[in-house]
């Protein structure tokens, strides 16, 4: 596999950070939120900045968001749907939430709603859970943060307790549920899972693959990494029913074939075909963070380890978005320890070739990257019919000399 550039900036590029959100719509990045250090101080991003970066330029830019604004937070759990960013949960200074809040990322105006739901219950609060969309639904897992004993059922598992954090009435833990809302009727329901019930904790990652499934690769939360056991991720099949008047889950766990990554937490894994999913970075065992990049064929369940050009920047509680023509672009997150070391945040975009591009886009890249240094080539770009001249003077930018100013 060959790794793309990392992506240039303009002289305006968004604050390092760690434990944001991101989505790509219309071939543009949308960054909100997270957190990062100040001297001693972890400080949230400001919840009225909303970062967007041109992946065709690679240019960054930032508007003022308004509407009802969801407070700063980080761990929050971002996807998109019809152009609009969903966000549900996350950590603000008060503590966990369970609040859900949306945003059109299509209309320019960049204005907040704080959906009230009509139906059903919403899931108690928490941070570092994992969604996917489909159906036009979107569907949350796991996650950490608290409970009122009264709605503590430990026969089910549904939620694992944190010994070592509670008060009184109030239970803190891991929770092993899955919840679904339905934006059209703004209303939230519990479906019914058929699996043996796994001790999920947080910090896991769940995509969608374009079937009628999900997948998870998951390992404990970092808080608890001294006490992991040694072994590769655990790989698990989600199946969404509707037959026969039936609307439940199927999970199943899927055993690779061949050998797997090491074990690990705050790793993203992203669809990068119908059939194949990319796993990078995270933070390991022994708590170092990771920068190596696998494949996973899950029709073969195969794993694959593959070759980047970022060994060098390990990440972890970054976000991955699948764009175009399969690049997956990984931005922010840790190269630190966080919860020991908490100043390695970062800003830059890696940018990650997953398959050869269009024979299209490899000539305009390769105009728009050498055009400056080949006196022939600038002679004759105004030769090119005017649509692709366009397209490659758009691109000019992604390859220009450029300064990075953090805002």
């Given amino acids: 596999m060959d790794s793309g550039p990392e992506g240039p900036c303009s002289e305006l590029v968004a604050q390092e950070r760690s434990g944001h959100t991101a989505v790509v719509v219309e071939n543009r990045l949308y960054v909100w939120g997270g957190y990062m250090s100040v001297g001693e101080e972890e400080v949230f991003l400001p919840n009225y900045e909303m970062w967007v970066?041109?992946?065709?330029?690679?240019?960054?830019?930032?508007?003022?968001?308004?509407?009802?604004?969801?407070?700063?937070?980080?761990?929050?759990?971002?996807?998109?749907?019809?152009?609009?960013?969903?966000?549900?949960?996350?950590?603000?200074?008060?503590?966990?939430?369970?609040?859900?809040?949306?945003?059109?990322?299509?209309?320019?105006?960049?204005?907040?709603?704080?959906?009230?739901?009509?139906?059903?219950?919403?899931?108690?609060?928490?941070?570092?859970?994992?969604c996917w969309v489909y159906n036009g639904r979107l569907i949350y897992?796991?996650?950490?943060?608290?409970?009122?004993?009264?709605?503590?059922?430990?026969?089910?598992?549904?939620?694992?307790?944190?010994?070592?954090?509670?008060?009184?009435?109030?239970?803190?833990?891991w929770n092993n549920e899955v919840h679904m809302f339905d934006p059209m009727n703004a209303s939230w329901r519990q479906p019914e899972t058929h699996v043996r019930l796994l001790v999920f904790r947080a910090a896991p990652r769940l995509l969608e693959l374009p079937m009628p499934a999900a997948y998870l690769d998951v390992e404990a939360t970092s808080a608890e990494v001294e006490s992991w056991k040694p072994g590769g991720a655990t790989f698990t099949a989600w199946t969404w029913n509707h037959g026969r008047g039936q609307k439940c889950m199927y999970v199943t766990e899927r055993v690779p074939v061949s050998a797997s990554p090491e074990g690990r937490s705050w790793h993203t894994l992203t669809a990068v075909s119908d059939s194949s999913l990319f796993l990078f970075g995270g933070l390991r065992l022994d708590c170092k963070p990771m920068s190596d990049g696998w494949l996973l064929d899950v029709e073969t369940k195969?794993?694959?380890?593959?070759?980047?050009?970022?060994?060098?920047?390990?990440?972890?509680?970054?976000?991955?978005?699948?764009?175009?023509?399969?690049?997956?672009?990984?931005?922010?997150?840790?190269?630190?320890?966080?919860?020991?070391?908490?100043?390695?945040?970062?800003?830059?975009?890696?940018?990650?070739?997953?398959?050869?591009?269009?024979?299209?886009?490899?000539?305009?890249?390769?105009?728009?990257?050498?055009?400056?240094?080949?006196?022939?080539?600038?002679?004759?770009?105004?030769?090119?019919?005017?649509?692709?001249?366009?397209?490659?003077?758009?691109?000019?930018?992604?390859?220009?000399?450029?300064?990075?100013?953090?805002?």
């Fill in 302 to 407: 195969k794993w694959r380890e593959v070759d980047h050009n970022f060994k060098n920047k390990p990440r972890l509680w970054h976000t991955a978005c699948p764009c175009k023509d399969s690049d997956v672009i990984v931005f922010g997150g840790s190269c630190d320890y966080i919860l020991r070391v908490d100043t390695g945040h970062c800003n830059d975009t890696l940018i990650f070739q997953m398959q050869p591009h269009p024979l299209f886009r490899i000539c305009k890249d390769f105009i728009a990257k050498n055009v400056r240094k080949h006196k022939v080539l600038r002679s004759q770009l105004t030769l090119l019919p005017p649509s692709l001249l366009t397209a490659v003077q758009s691109r000019m930018y992604f390859y220009r000399p450029s300064n990075k100013q953090t805002n």
């Fill in 53 to 130: 970066y041109d992946l065709e330029r690679g240019i960054w830019d930032v508007f003022n968001m308004t509407g009802e604004l969801p407070p700063p937070m980080s761990g929050t759990c971002g996807c998109s749907l019809d152009g609009d960013m969903y966000i549900f949960g996350g950590c603000d200074y008060s503590g966990q939430t369970n609040q859900i809040y949306c945003v059109s990322l299509t209309d320019s105006k960049y204005t907040w709603k704080k959906i009230i739901y009509k139906s059903g219950r919403a899931p108690s609060p928490r941070d570092k859970l994992s």
């Fill in 141 to 173: 897992f796991g996650g950490y943060g608290h409970k009122l004993l009264a709605d503590v059922d430990c026969r089910n598992r549904s939620f694992i307790i944190d010994e070592a954090s509670w008060l009184t009435d109030i239970y803190w833990g």
